[in-house]
């Protein structure tokens, strides 16, 4: 989750630092595939906290805050 949220708010601060369209564009696209991949950890780790197999579920919890700051 980390590596993704790491990606994701550099290529934000990509696209609103961009000095052209194209850049903005390309940083926007890549925006995109991040959420899509963040949507779905989110999903695993909701399926995750569900679970009576997990006993220790914070640090899924703290995923999942991470996420949703995201």
């Known amino acids: 989750v980390q590596q993704w949220v ?4 550099e290529t934000f601060d990509k696209m ?3 000095t052209n369209q194209t850049s903005k564009d390309k940083a926007e696209a890549n925006l995109k595939t991040f959420i899509k ?3 779905g950890q989110q999903g695993q780790i909701k399926t995750w906290l569900q679970s009576n197999d997990i006993k220790d ?3 899924l919890m703290e995923h999942q ?3 949703k700051i995201v």
């Open 16 to 18: 609103t630092h961009a």
């Open 57 to 59: 579920k914070a640090a």
């Open 65 to 67: 805050k991470l996420i």
């Open 6 to 9: 790491t990606l994701f708010e």
């Open 37 to 39: 991949k963040l949507q």
